[in-house]
């Protein structure tokens, strides 16, 4: 079993819905991550979690909120879905700061 | 701020050629720095890392990576492609003035000639 597992790995949804991605851990990880990849653009920070008790923004939260249930789990949700953030998004974890991160496989959403 | 440049949007070389993909960061301390492989459909994985000590550091596959901070470059090499190492390629900075996430390269896309 991966030890970073997102779901869905893809979904697609309308423009104005609500959609919530989810990510959970077995590798006993505090701090989480959520990243979202475009082509030309790598990989941009969204949020991210430094344990239940702290969540911070990333460079492009606008239009995404989290939420950390549990060292575990760590959920990003998109309140009202628009077609710019069709994106490959991605899910990552480390031990501590300048540590290496590492990923799921990914969740594919695109927004019609 | 803290960035990471990579110069090369998509690379071509033949299988069994060298390679080359450069990096380039934007930072005022001294860094800690990795590669990431990202195969299709896949996420990402762990390539190499830099954190101090020896500028030269071994990874897994058979590449390497050079740290030369006159430069401000952490390029990334293999002696010899094999057409398994066809996917994108990530460089990325630890930014320890905040709280040391990531910061990554705009990536590299690896295309290997039979």
């Known amino acids: 079993d991966a030890d970073v597992t997102q779901t869905p790995r893809n979904r697609i949804t309308k423009t104005g819905k609500r959609i919530m991605l989810e990510c959970s851990q077995t590798k006993g990880h505090d701090r989480m991550y959520w990243y979202r990849q475009d082509p030309g653009l790598g990989l941009r920070l969204i949020y991210y979690s430094f344990d239940v008790k702290d969540i911070n923004k990333g460079e492009i939260s606008d239009g995404y909120s989290v939420s950390r249930q549990a060292q575990a789990k760590f959920s990003l949700s998109l309140e009202s879905a628009i077609p710019n953030q069709t994106a490959l998004y991605f899910c990552a974890t480390s031990t501590g700061p300048n540590t290496e991160a590492f990923f799921g496989q990914g969740t594919r959403l695109t927004v019609v | 701020a803290q960035s990471v440049t990579q110069p090369d949007i998509h690379i071509t070389v033949s299988e069994g050629a060298s390679l080359e993909l450069r990096c380039n960061y934007s930072y005022g301390a001294t860094p800690y720095l990795f590669w990431y492989v990202q195969s299709p459909g896949q996420g990402l994985q762990l390539l190499l890392k830099y954190f101090s000590g020896d500028t030269l550091v071994q990874g897994i596959k058979g590449f390497e990576a050079e740290f030369k901070r006159s430069q401000s470059s952490f390029n990334l090499r293999k002696p010899s492609v094999h057409w398994s190492d066809a996917a994108e390629y990530f460089c990325?900075?630890?930014?320890?003035?905040?709280?040391?996430?990531?910061?990554f390269g705009q990536g590299t896309e690896l295309s290997v000639k039979p």
């Open positions: 990325a900075v630890g930014d320890y003035n905040q709280g040391g996430k990531l910061i």
